[in-house]
Every structure is written in structure tokens, then in C-alpha cells.
């Protein structure tokens, strides 16, 4: 049976927040607002502008983003972290984990350290602390969900539509549940090891906010091509490029409205090994809403 494994570790979140902010485009697709960017950017001096600016550096904190994820003896905090990345060398790499990045590998961290020690003292370590709470407790909570059901069916539920199929049973998979990058998936697959970090939309960005799992589902619907594209699904699972020529717009707009249905949970994503994604309707989105909006709603009279 496909083994998976449900992990947070401070150092995951701590990793993904540094890569969001440096990589523009996967900013752009997040919840997070300019106004978030541009308040951390002021804090930063010109040389740690710069240095998140070079090719050799970023690819180095990509790899470190994905060892976090691992089980590869980097600790759990964010001082364990960069005390690893002080004494890194491949030869403390296990075979498995070479094979699995191959020439992508990095030789050493050089100049890495000083970029994590100074984003955890602008930013990550002036994070309220329920945050990182709400994170363990997003882990616990599918790792209890592993415990009575099928891998399988967990990976689903905590990405919120990502279905596999025809994986050998020697796939490990890794369930890390992340905050920064909400409402997307982030992965990282190989022939024997996938890494999804899934967003945690049960999560308020502010105590006393709204969740943004509380929404999207509302504001996915709200619109008359979305609708029709899960009228489509759901007749069942269509390749990409059968919903492009059923809708008859810009590939560019298809791709938006799936991100959106998707972070709504309203798409199941068809994964397979030797096939292309298809897409399919994941009606467990709507029959869940009513029951989280009446959680919300009478949760007030807790207060």
C-alpha cells in the first residue's frame, strides 16, 4: 500500500513563507496582498534584495524548501535549520535522496545562511504564534484521518481534490500543511516520493476572521463559465483540452477558472503516472458547505 505520511514541522512554513515572497509568480496566485510584500521589502536591506535576486541562490533555497519536508535531519525549528545548512555537505545525503535530485543537487549553501537568519528575524519569527498552532494541529488532524482511511483518500481530502491513480505501492507520500501559499498546492514528485504541501484553508488569517474555505466555494459558483465547465465534469473525467474546445475561450481563462473551481474543491484532479490530468466534478464540496457554514454560523453563540 502507497505509505503517507502526515508532517509540519516549524521549518516548513518558515521555508514556504521565504519562497513565496521571492518567487513573483507563484505570489501572484496566492491570497497574500502586495501591501504583505511591500511591508516586509521595506524592513530588507538592498543586499538581501539582491541576493533573493540570484539564480544560484534561489535555485539552492528551492531544494532547501523541499529538504524541510523531509525526513533528512534538519530538526524541527528554524535555528536547527540553519545550524544543517551551516554544516551541509552531500555526503550527510542519503543515497535516496541524491538519486531523487540528481544534478540539481547543490555542492554547498553557500550564502544561504545569511538570507534564513535574516527572514526569520524581519518576518518569520514576529508571527503570531496560533498560526504555527493551527498547523500541528492541521497535521494531527490528518494523521488521525490516515488511521481509519485509505491513504488514497486522505491524500484527496487534505489537497482538496488531488486523486492518484495507478501508483506502484512504493510511493511515499508526504502531507505538509502550509499557510503562505493558500489557496495553491505546492508539489514536488519523483518516481517514488511525492511532497504535496496542501493549504490549510480551515485557517483564519486573524482570530475572529472568516476561513477562506468559508468563500470559495460561493465565490467559484458565482460565475455562468465556471458553472457550465462543471456541468462538463460532470458527466465525467475530461482532459484539458476537451474543456477548452467544449468552452470555446482562451486557454489562459480555462486555466483560471480550474484554479478557482479547484481551490474551491469542486474539481477532483484524475492523476495518473502514464496518462495526462483529467478533470472530473467533486460534489463533496457542495454537500460539505451547508455543514460548515452552520458550524460558523452558530459558533457564535460559544462566544
Given at each position: 500500500m502507497v505509505n503517507v505520511i502526515s508532517m509540519f514541522k516549524e521549518q516548513n512554513e518558515f521555508m514556504t513563507s521565504l519562497l513565496v515572497f521571492w518567487n513573483k509568480s507563484l505570489f501572484k496566485k496566492t491570497d497574500l496582498t502586495s501591501k504583505w510584500q511591500n511591508n516586509i521589502q521595506e524592513k530588507m536591506s538592498d543586499r538581501m534584495i539582491d541576493s533573493l535576486a540570484q539564480e544560484n541562490l534561489t535555485s539552492k533555497l528551492e531544494i532547501l524548501h523541499?529538504?524541510?519536508l523531509l525526513d533528512l535531519g534538519t530538526g524541527e525549528t528554524v535555528e536547527d535549520l540553519c545550524h544543517w545548512v551551516k554544516n551541509y555537505s552531500v555526503s550527510q545525503l542519503t543515497p535516496e535522496v541524491i538519486s531523487f535530485y540528481g544534478q540539481k543537487l547543490p555542492q554547498d549553501m553557500d550564502g544561504v545562511l545569511p538570507i534564513l537568519e535574516t527572514w526569520n528575524t524581519i518576518y518569520f519569527s514576529k508571527l503570531d504564534s496560533t498560526l504555527l498552532e493551527n498547523l500541528h494541529s492541521k497535521q494531527a488532524e490528518v494523521a488521525q484521518l490516515l488511521t481509519y482511511h485509505h491513504p488514497l483518500e486522505v491524500v484527496e481530502e487534505a489537497t482538496n481534490g488531488l486523486h492518484l491513480e495507478g501508483f506502484g505501492?512504493?510511493?511515499?507520500?508526504?502531507?505538509?500543511?502550509?499557510?503562505?501559499?493558500?489557496?495553491?498546492?505546492?508539489f514536488h514528485v519523483s518516481k517514488t516520493v511525492h511532497i504535496y504541501s496542501y493549504a490549510a484553508d480551515n485557517i483564519s488569517a486573524e482570530p475572529g476572521a472568516l476561513p477562506p474555505e468559508m468563500l470559495r466555494t460561493q465565490q467559484a459558483l458565482s460565475d455562468e463559465n465556471r458553472l457550465k465547465m462543471l456541468q462538463l465534469i460532470a458527466t465525467g473525467p475530461k482532459?484539458?483540452?476537451t474543456i477548452h474546445q467544449y468552452m470555446g475561450i482562451a486557454k489562459s481563462t480555462v486555466h483560471h477558472h480550474l484554479i478557482t473551481l479547484r481551490a474551491a474543491g469542486l474539481v477532483r484532479i484524475h492523476v495518473h503516472p502514464d496518462k495526462a490530468d483529467r478533470y472530473s466534478f467533486r460534489k463533496e464540496a457542495l454537500?460539505?458547505?451547508e455543514s460548515k457554514i452552520l458550524s460558523y454560523v452558530y459558533s457564535s453563540e460559544k462566544r
Open positions: 523541499n529538504f524541510s505501492e512504493d510511493l511515499t507520500i508526504y502531507l505538509v500543511p502550509q499557510f503562505h501559499v493558500r489557496p495553491i498546492v505546492l482532459a484539458f483540452k454537500r460539505n458547505l
